[in-house]
């Protein structure tokens, strides 16, 4: 009876303490501080974190529908470092060249937006082999909720894969510019830092930057990064700390904001700013050009 007794109070006791733990709690947009204090070490996994939030997907309203029209390159698939495959979507220069740009997409997935990116860039640089990064492995999200469940399942491990494997294919003796939005802004910059000596050019549009001050002092390469005064992440501070890690790393950041919000430059976001985006895209080509050999 005793026993019975006991385990009944046993029962009871757990029963208490599941009713009493805290709702699950998702987090608003991190801090400056929090960045710079939590996720020193791999920016990448706060970033992760941010992304699954509601708070985040209110910055992205549902896009517009948009359709490349007549375009000129070509999806390919090519291999990981683990054997397993990857995608892309690739414009080859009229003439060989050893320069290439890495275009990587927006945390909505390689839509049809970051095809007309990739286009764009093929026709107005010339001397340059374009390949966009295809980060979701085939799947492109139409909603925020679906954007947030892609994120979710992109790990970093599987995105350095992806990066790792599109560097491969353009050979050990190309040389490496990377461009990206959002989310692909922050791997652009990462991209750059993988690329190691072959790095030539990292251009990144409102994009969570690198906080890691030993990271930053490994990259090879200039940064132009554009971004809105009106955006809450990255947050005008984070990027102000940014600009101050690349001073102390003894690396070269040119540094634009617009009076505008995140995504500006998204011709199928309801926020674009078709002003700014021509001016920065201006400024993006300028400083490519400049680098190319």
Known sequence: MKKIRLIFAVILLSTLLVSHQP????????????????????????????????????????????????????????????????????????????????????????NENIIREAEELAAELGNVNVLALDMYDGKVAATPDSAMKLVQGATRDRLEKIVRAGISHAGNTARIFTIGWCFGGMWSLQSSLLAGQQA??????????????????????????????????????????????MRLAGKNLSLHFYDAGHGFANPSNPAFDQVATADAHKKAVTFLRERLQ
């Open 23 to 110: 709702a699950h709690y998702r987090p608003d947009l991190l801090t400056p501080d929090c960045y710079v204090s939590c996720f020193t070490a791999e920016v990448t996994d706060g970033f992760r974190m941010e992304a699954m939030s509601p708070a985040f997907a209110a910055l992205h309203p549902l896009p517009r529908k948009y359709k490349v029209q007549q375009p000129k390159g070509e999806r390919i698939r090519f291999l990981a470092a683990d054997g397993t495959a990857a995608y892309g979507y690739e414009i080859k220069s009229k003439r060989p060249t050893q320069n290439w740009i890495l275009v990587i997409q927006e945390w909505w997935g390689m």
């Open 200 to 245: 030539a050019g990292c251009v990144m549009y409102y994009g969570r930057p690198e906080n890691n001050l030993e990271k930053l002092k490994t990259l090879q390469c200039d940064v132009l990064g554009i971004f809105g005064s009106k955006d809450r992440s990255p947050s005008p501070e984070v990027v102000r700390k940014f600009e101050e890690d």
